[in-house]
């Protein structure tokens, strides 16, 4: 798929605020995405999350390949490889040798735990694909029977 393409999807969604760059390792394709970052941006002034195994000081160090250019289109990196024996049970880590870093201003009342937007409570995100699901988020402020419930209602989906 060319960057194009997928900026395309992206701004064919209703009602986002931003995108998030994770799974695998975003830096590993820094170039391409702060393109997509970019173009996301001055389409719909989108905002932009980035999870990175990768420290912030690994990333401005010039090792990474583009990192710099990637890092210039994020506002909000969370930096840092997940460690299982290290749990954190939080929204935005993994574990608890992750850091949360502003790189603007935009999601700079974001804390950990946190929302994704300011002043909103930790939420759960479900998404289908496919006939496939995944779940992220925090069931801690929702019961497994509202989640259901929703899905039904939405998507026509029965747990």
Request: charged share 25%.
């Amino acid at each position: 798929m060319y960057v194009e393409d997928l900026v395309s999807r992206i701004l064919g969604v209703d009602d986002i605020e931003g995108i998030t760059f994770s799974g695998g390792e975003p830096f590993d394709q820094a170039h391409c995405l702060a393109r997509v970052a970019r173009l996301a941006r001055e389409a719909r002034d989108l905002g932009v999350v980035c999870f990175s195994g990768y420290t912030r000081e690994e990333l401005q160090s010039g090792g990474v390949p583009s990192a710099g250019e990637l890092l210039d289109e994020v506002d909000l990196l969370i930096d840092g490889p997940f460690l299982a024996a290290r749990p954190r049970g939080s929204f935005w880590r993994g574990s608890d040798n992750q850091r949360l870093h502003h790189l603007s201003s935009r999601y700079v009342g974001v804390t950990d735990p946190g929302s994704c937007v300011a002043g909103r409570e930790n939420e759960l995100e479900v998404e289908i694909n496919g006939g496939r699901s995944t779940a992220t988020g925090d069931l801690a402020h929702s019961s497994l029977e509202e989640v259901a419930t929703l899905l039904a209602r939405l998507h026509g989906v029965r747990l």
